[in-house]
């Protein structure tokens, strides 16, 4: 489905919803049941939101594709010049031109993706829209809104744009202060509370979003901008903008949507707001996700470059620059003595020993007799002396090697 045609038949159930509101706030009637039409009137404020921001997507992407457009002819015909009928071209004459081409190339790409994403946007959100039209069908609401006069946005606006629609000033508004297009600069510029709702509507009229309307006067109440439906709504809020507020931050209670819609973070600190883009009406921009993660690096990536004739230290450089300055108006002197003929440097070559071994077909050895002494009669002797003889009984030579052989 288009975006526009689907953002229209948003609008018109919103339209249909706030008259119905409307018309049950008239005459205290409770069929169908109130609290149900303020939460479908919610849930089609939140499909608006996000129809207006992709079809800014989609306004940005087209005229994204038609500057593509226009330069991939440029290109093309640069390019059809340069070559003609040539059958050899210079590379530095075309390689440019085949860069630009894919450059353009690669942005239709990614403003085909653009437009998928937008698609797939588009299409998961239906489901969310799709509830309150079960609820409450077109043969529930038709004999209701027999009578009834259908109002958009911009109607209700334009009735009240005149100059008998502003609110003047009065003594009980010494102060707070009103401002107007003529007497502020930057005035559709100016950030307005509960995303340009009328906070009266949504504190007395119990969370039904009206739009409000700048040219009635935008009230400026401790640094933050208020616009309201109607003159009466801009004077009443004004009397106690606190005890408003305060019906706010509770009707946002019983509806936590509101929070992010109506941008209520002030009022609740702990929930953290959608991130905002540079340009008002862009796309929510993907939430910060959390995760844990590890990287490992080289210890020592780049090879140590050690110069050990690094000087840091300009005077030290300056010492030793000149030092060489000097060195060249110096002259070196030698001077021969009798004795110097004697020292010289001498170098002698000598052959290292070899290791050499030696066999023959004989192998002989000699054995000689072991030395053998006793002593005889240091055992059974009683009497007081003991009288003792040493005995050698060594062999002789000849006798031992008779023995051996």
Not at 52 to 62: E, G, I, Q, S
Not at 122 to 146: G, I
Not at 284 to 308: M, W
Request: hydrophobic share 35%; charged share 25%; with cysteine.
């Amino acid at each position: 489905m288009n975006i526009e045609n689907e953002l229209n038949s948003t609008r018109l159930f919103i339209s249909r919803y706030t008259a119905l509101i409307e018309r049950q706030n008239a005459e205290l009637l409770e069929d169908p049941e109130p609290d149900m039409l303020r939460q479908a009137v919610i849930n089609c404020r939140q499909h608006e939101a996000f129809l207006k921001v992709l079809l800014n997507d989609v306004v940005v992407a087209t005229d994204q594709v038609n500057t593509l457009e226009r330069d991939l002819r440029s290109v093309l015909i640069q390019l059809q010049n340069t070559i003609q009928s040539k059958t050899a071209v210079p590379t530095n004459q075309v390689y440019p031109k085949f860069i630009s081409l894919a450059k353009i190339w690669t942005g239709f790409q990614d403003e085909m993706v653009l437009l998928s994403v937008i698609s797939n946007i588009q299409a998961n959100l239906e489901p969310f829209t799709r509830s309150h039209k079960e609820v409450l069908p077109d043969s529930v609401l038709q004999p209701l809104l027999t009578g009834l006069i259908l109002r958009t946005d911009e109607e209700r606006i334009a009735e009240t744009s005149g100059l008998d629609g502003r609110v003047e000033h009065a003594p009980h508004f010494k102060n707070l202060e009103f401002l107007f297009p003529e007497t502020t600069r930057n005035f559709q510029q100016l950030p307005l509370q509960y995303k340009g709702f009328c906070g009266y509507s949504i504190a007395i009229h119990d969370r039904l979003l009206l739009p409000g309307n700048p040219l009635v006067g935008v009230l400026r109440y401790k640094d933050h901008f208020f616009c309201f439906t109607s003159k009466e709504a801009a004077v009443k809020f004004a009397a106690d903008p606190d005890r408003y507020i305060a019906h706010i931050a509770e009707a946002a209670k019983r509806s936590p949507e509101l929070i992010q819609l109506l941008e209520l973070h002030m009022q609740f600190s702990t929930i953290t707001p959608y991130g905002k883009s540079a340009e008002p009406g862009h796309m929510i921009e993907k939430p910060l996700t959390k995760r844990d993660s590890g990287i490992q690096t080289e210890t020592h990536p780049i090879e140590t470059n050690i110069d050990p004739n690094y000087e840091w230290n300009e005077w030290e450089m300056r010492r030793k620059a000149i030092k060489l300055a000097n060195l060249r108006t110096r002259i070196t002197h030698s001077v021969q003595t009798d004795g110097s003929n004697f020292r010289r440097n001498n170098a002698t070559q000598i052959y290292l020993p070899k290791t050499q071994d030696t066999q023959t077909k004989r192998e002989k050895g000699t054995s000689v007799p072991k030395p053998s002494v006793f002593i005889a009669g240091l055992r059974g002797c009683k009497s007081q002396t003991t009288e003792a003889y040493k005995v050698d009984l060594t062999l002789d030579v000849s006798t031992h090697n008779d023995i051996c052989d």
